[in-house]
């Protein structure tokens, strides 16, 4: 059946497009990051929504340059040409998956959500009526990302822009009703958010918006639409109100934001938990893969929901306002418990081997030690805490089976009021790695991130001894096999200590790294520090090592690479 003709309706010049190709959408994304780049400091300077932080253009061409590199990666693959020439599903889904691995802001990262409901769509097809399809599927899935949508804002001119094009046409009609739609949207934003209208701006988010379908008008039709009036900087009272954020404002402090991998079910168990932290929480994504953003007073807790929610990577932490002034004195644990004082902070951290428990005394953690067999319970990784005698604890349990038992010790803290944050770390060279980066003089939240931060990037490994027969995701081990075992799977089945260590090492480095971290134990054949430093000495150029002795009660080997 025809499509009635529409008011918009017109003939189609030779210049113009009638399909989003591939070729198409790598103009647009280039198209898109040159708008944003022209305009960024003009957007930034009317930021005054939901934080003005005078950022919004710089996160929004940030994201969209991601982007179009992500983009042009795709046509720059190894035999991406004849049959093999991207085609639109490749490049929409690039742009979308580009923009959310580096989505900056709040807007960034709604843009980057807007993207990827219209990747879902053009991957379908490319012509007008799916393009309309496709901006109605952003707008509403941009929409559902926000937490606390208000009007006025980036999310009404996309909604704007779906609404305009709703009938669909050919592809340059709709790329033009979509434009003017969002246009006329974005001048009447002042008369729907009141922090707008006092300022006498029109929302920045939605000013990007209109920037990047700007581009896509362009793209399709030749002709670029009429740049935008500029806009008048905001009033100063109220770009000053619009700023009460951190220590002593209206707002939380800290803008946080990371990658996250984890399952459906978990992400709507963090949204509302970060709901309950702060605001502005926008998760966009899915297929496990999602990005986060909110603007909490605890980033600690904002990062520490990630990691029980899945696993947080690229993890950002932006101070909205000065941070208060450090205390005059930062005693450390050993030295303020000896006066009777609390210690400003403090790194709890369980450990095997009594070297190993030594070793990171003598860095100022309070120290559980493991023993075979018997793991610590809730009531000593308490009782570490308190012996800790601080203000603020950094809990480390070093293992993946003490998870349970240290949430349980870090709740009980916190009734106490001690301000209790845990790492899962979940071996103990990941905990080595935390507490090298540990720095009691940061603020709390930037210290906490900075640990986990270390920790996450530690892939680690255990080399073991079989006690009996039994199947593995490896094969079948007898008693008294040597076991690798890489993230807590047995990867390698071996006879002799040194020589599977050696193949481990290897398969952990393929993936890179720059330093490798061995903590030895007393049980281990001599020597075998020098032999594993020497063999990574030979075949990794540019890897570091360094060593440890675990002493009594530890695993034989344990191999972090960082």
Known sequence: MSRAPQPFDHAVRSDERLVLDAEAVRAWSARTAEALGRERAAIDAINVFPVADGDTGTNLYLTADAAHRAVEAVFAAPGATGDRAPDTADAVRAMAHGALLEARGNSGTILSQLLRGMAGVLAEGADGDHLARALATAAASARAAVAHPEEGTILTVAAAAATGCRDGGTLPDVARRAYDGARTALEATPDQLAVLGAAGVVDAGGQGLVAVLGALLETVTGTAPEALPPSPAPAPATAAAAEGCGPGGEGPGYEVLYLLEAEDAAVELLKARLDALGDSLVVVGGDGLWNVHVHVDDAGAAVEAGIEAGRPHRIRVTHFAAAPAPEPHRADGAAAHARGERAHRAVVAVLPGEGLAGLCAEAGATTVQARPGEPPAGDDLLAAVRRAHAREVVLLPNDTDLRAAAATAAERARAEGIRVALIPTRAAVQGIAALAVHEPDRSFDEDVVAMTAA????????????????????????????????????????????????????????????????????????????????????????????????????????????
Do not use: K, N, W
């Not at 080399?463 to 039994?470: H, K, T, Y």
């Not at 076991?483 to 047995?490: A, M, Q, S």
């Not at 020589?499 to 330093?515: I, K, P, S």
């Open 455 to 562: 920790a996450g990037a530690t892939r680690y490994a255990e080399l073991a001894v079989a006690e009996r027969q039994s199947f593995t995701s490896a094969g079948v081990c007898q008693a008294g096999d040597v076991l690798g075992l890489i993230e807590g799977d047995v990867a390698v089945i071996g006879q002799d200590l040194t020589d599977t260590a050696r193949t481990v090492l290897d398969r952990m480095l393929q993936a890179g790294g720059e330093l490798v971290t061995l903590v030895v134990a007393a049980s281990a054949p001599p020597g075998l520090a020098a032999t594993l430093e020497a063999h990574v000495r030979r075949g990794y150029l540019a890897v570091d090592t360094v060593a440890y002795h675990a002493g009594e009660g530890a695993p034989p080997l344990l191999i972090g690479v960082e």
